[in-house]
């Protein structure tokens, strides 16, 4: 992994014109409400950006514009790690389904000495990126699958995972694979605003925030929400 630059090797679609267009039509730059250091381009209406995404990409079948929502569990983290440098500091992170890049963003700006930005839609690669010229920032990208390959070593000294745990086969597969970078001594770092298959044990609280939303996506203006530790769990 190269420190803090663009990776030269991405899935072809990540540069395709179509991907871009979408993100300039359909997003404008804003704050991150919890984190306005920080700046993204996020959708100001939900249904033409979902139904544009549908129309154009569907055919695709890349998943839907979670990319262009500034979503709690990640603003959470983000915040959290800008306001705890110390925790990326000279450090190897994942920024794990990394939606807009927002958590790989603070990283950079925290000090962390090689990043990479990870999500399975490259349409959220292509976000991230442009996300993070936006911010004066570089990091790697990736699209790779990482869920259900474990490593025998380990591979970063953090993870990141905002708001992951919004569908049950999904959270289950995810943890499962967080568990196991876990109990190779990698620092797990989980956020979320109370989804129902969030965890509930092997977990210690670190921080809470009432988080900013767009009550368009969230039906609130503000989510509590949880910042937390996974603890491996050695007996299984």
């Given at each position: 992994m190269t420190d803090n630059v663009f990776a030269d090797a991405l899935v072809p679609e990540v540069d395709d014109p179509q991907f871009a267009d979408l993100i300039d039509t359909f997003t404008v730059p804003a704050r991150v409400p919890l984190a306005p250091e920080i700046e993204m381009y996020l959708a100001t209406h939900i249904t033409p950006l979902w139904q544009a995404t549908e129309d154009i990409l569907g055919v695709l079948d890349i998943p839907p514009p979670y990319?262009?929502?500034?979503?709690?569990?990640?603003?959470?983290?983000t915040r959290y790690i800008l306001d705890h440098p110390e925790l990326v500091r000279g450090k190897k992170v994942l920024d794990?389904?990394?939606?807009?890049?927002?958590?790989?963003?603070?990283?950079?700006?925290?000090?962390?000495?090689?990043?990479?930005?990870?999500?399975i839609d490259p349409v959220?690669?292509?976000?991230?990126?442009?996300?993070?010229?936006?911010n004066g920032v570089r990091f790697e990208t990736t699209t790779e699958n990482f869920v259900g390959t474990q490593s025998a070593t380990r591979r970063w000294d953090v993870i990141f995972a905002g708001d992951v745990c919004y569908q049950q086969d999904m959270a289950n597969a995810v943890?499962?694979?967080?568990m196991g970078e876990a109990r190779l001594g990698t620092r797990v770092i989980l956020a979320d605003p109370g989804r129902t298959y969030a965890p509930?044990?092997?977990?210690?609280?670190?921080?809470?925030?009432?988080v900013p939303v767009d009550v368009a996506v969230e039906d609130v203006d503000t989510k509590f929400t949880r910042i937390w530790q996974l603890l491996p769990d050695r007996d299984k």
């Open positions: 990319w262009a929502f500034a979503w709690p569990g990640g603003q959470a983290i794990f389904a990394c939606g807009g890049g927002m958590q790989a963003i603070a990283c950079v700006m925290a000090g962390a000495d090689s990043i990479l930005a990870n999500d959220a690669i292509t976000a991230t990126r442009l996300n993070a010229e936006r943890l499962q694979w967080l509930t044990h092997n977990i210690d609280e670190l921080e809470t925030y009432d």
